[in-house]
């Protein structure tokens, strides 16, 4: 059973660009998280998915960050137009059951904004 | 400021010893859980305590929860070169609307010395 897929592990944007990151949950998860994590720091949350549907997007910033999970295919975390300060790894995770279960953790997408 | 703070930020034991590490939170939980990283990986996770409980065992790993005190401990026993990595706790806050967001603190870097 392959674990938490993302892509790409490594993005490099310049300024104004857009970013796509990739997430595959594991088999027979229906539940995403999207989680950055800055240079020595712990991880924040940005949003929470289920199939087709946005269940909590209170981490996410307000402007040019948006997430989508699909019917088909995989989640997608979008940055239009990054900035510098958008440089981080961001993490996707996937569970069974949603709240209250452990969370399976891709090894994430270090974007770099040039 | 982060739900979570662990402590120490930093610990360096020799292989063999015990290693202890501590992590305070603000509000009422439904669960703590601690997780695993190792450098330019994603997260494992390791254990999840629930509110109502007061102690659970892994393997080498022992966690500990004090409500009343809002925190918990991971003792890791006879630690290995391999444990070394971060660790970090992460609190799902009760009231957070029940979507299972995960709080995390700063992380303990642990290093074990051969």
């Known amino acids: 059973n392959a674990g938490v897929m993302q892509n790409p592990r490594h993005l490099v944007r310049r300024r104004g660009q857009e970013a796509r990151l990739r997430c595959s949950p594991m088999?027979?998860?229906?539940?995403v998280y999207w989680y950055r994590q800055l240079p020595e720091e712990g991880l924040k949350f940005m949003v929470y998915?289920?199939?087709?549907?946005?269940?909590?997007e209170s981490g996410m910033p307000k402007e040019r960050f948006s997430a989508e999970f699909p019917k088909e295919g995989p989640s997608i975390l979008r940055i239009q137009q990054v900035v510098r300060g958008d440089s981080a790894a961001y993490f996707c995770?996937?569970?069974?059951?949603?709240?209250?279960?452990?969370?399976?953790f891709g090894n994430g997408t270090r974007l770099t904004v040039t | 400021s982060q739900q979570g703070e662990e402590d120490p930020q930093a610990l360096s034991i020799q292989e063999g010893e015990n290693a202890t590490m501590n992590c305070s939170y603000k509000?009422?939980?439904?669960?703590l859980q601690w997780y695993r990283q190792n450098s330019g990986r994603g997260l494992v996770h390791l254990i999840l305590?629930?509110?109502n409980e007061r102690e659970k065992h892994s393997g080498r790993l022992r966690v500990t929860l004090d409500t009343s005190k809002k925190s918990s401990s991971l003792l890791i026993t006879a630690s290995r070169a391999a444990d070394t990595a971060s660790y970090f706790c992460?609190?799902?806050?009760w009231g957070s609307g029940n979507t299972g967001k995960l709080i995390f603190g700063q992380g303990t870097t642990l290093q074990v010395k051969p």
């Open positions: 995770a996937s569970s069974p059951k949603g709240p209250g279960s452990p969370l399976h």
């Open positions: 992460a609190t799902d806050a």
């Open positions: 305590i629930r509110s």
């Open positions: 088999k027979g998860h229906s539940h």
């Open positions: 509000t009422s939980i439904n669960n």
């Open positions: 998915l289920q199939k087709e549907n946005i269940i909590d």
